[in-house]
């Protein structure tokens, strides 16, 4: 029988963020953002720093990611993350002030690793900034 939900696993070297039966996850793929739903078949896909949506009966869940990996199977999706976290857990002064120093690097163009360090560090600033606030709407 079709299974109608999905187990999720978020897992970093930290801690396991998720693990919860969902009923369709959303991540952002290196190549654009792509959702999945039970009975999906299987593939593997590197991730952006980005948002991992994911919903359980009427309810969206939202978590900042900074990257990493994902495989999908029919009945399970596993996101190995550097980092994860819960938009509520997220301290959104901390991200801005996160941002406004990886926008102050940029702006300085120093060394090619220092630009390509900065440019990660906006982007994970920017997606936690994004899920933290549309986790407040
Ligand atoms: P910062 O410069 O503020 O430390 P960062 O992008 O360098 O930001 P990371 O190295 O990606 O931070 O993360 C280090 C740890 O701190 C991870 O466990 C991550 O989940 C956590 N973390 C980073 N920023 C935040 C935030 N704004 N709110 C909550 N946890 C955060």
Redesign the pocket.
């Known amino acids: 029988m079709a299974e109608k939900t999905l187990q999720l696993e978020v897992v970093?070297p930290?801690q396991t963020v998720v693990s919860e039966a969902v009923d369709i996850v959303m991540a952002p793929g290196y190549f654009g953002e792509f959702g999945a739903l039970p009975n999906h078949i299987p593939f593997l896909a590197q991730l952006q720093p980005g948002e991992v949506k994911y919903r359980i009966g009427g309810q969206l869940e939202y978590l900042?990611v900074?990257g990493g990996y994902a495989e999908v199977l029919p009945t399970k999706v596993t996101i190995l993350a550097?980092?994860?976290?819960h938009a509520k857990?997220?301290?959104?002064?901390?991200?801005r002030?996160?941002r406004e120093?990886a926008e102050q690097r940029l702006k300085e163009r120093q060394e090619e690793m220092d630009f390509l360090r900065a440019e990660a560090?906006l982007q994970?600033?920017i997606a936690?900034i994004r899920a933290?606030e549309r986790a407040k709407l």
């Open positions: 970093t930290e900042a900074s550097t980092t994860a976290e857990d997220i301290d959104l002064e901390r991200a002030a996160a120093r560090a994970r600033a936690r933290a």
